[in-house]
């Protein structure tokens, strides 16, 4: 089992920055990629952005150019972080770790709201 814990979600006005953050525990050695998903009410749930163990970034259209995804493998620490923020950014972050075997785990999520 792995076991996720997101923190760093919260308010903030349109075009500021947050940094999420989520850290992995339990069988960490089983997992190859790391990411965050978001989904809004009565929507849903959109990937973001994933980074594989070799460093390899996946990232969404929508957020590409703004958001930024790294990772601290020695720590199993992954983090989103989100500049120029837009209204539409608005959502629940998960951040989710994939296996070797292909499962997925995922966090309780943390919210993310962008006010004008």
């Known amino acids: 089992q792995v076991q996720l814990a997101e923190s760093g979600g919260g308010s903030v006005q349109s075009g500021g920055s947050l940094r999420l953050s989520c850290a992995a525990s339990g069988l960490t050695f089983r997992i190859n990629a790391m990411g965050w998903y978001r989904q809004v009410p009565g929507q849903g749930r959109e990937f973001v952005a994933r980074?594989?163990?070799?460093?390899?970034?996946d990232i969404a259209d929508s957020v590409k150019g703004r958001f930024t995804i790294s990772r601290d493998n020695a720590k199993s620490m992954v983090y989103l972080q989100s500049d120029n923020l837009e209204l539409s950014d608005t959502a629940v972050y998960y951040c989710?770790?994939?296996?070797?075997?292909?499962?997925?785990?995922w966090g309780q999520g943390t919210q993310v709201t962008v006010s004008s």
């Open positions: 989710y770790a994939r296996t070797y075997r292909s499962l997925e785990y």
């Open positions: 980074m594989w163990n070799g460093g390899e970034v």
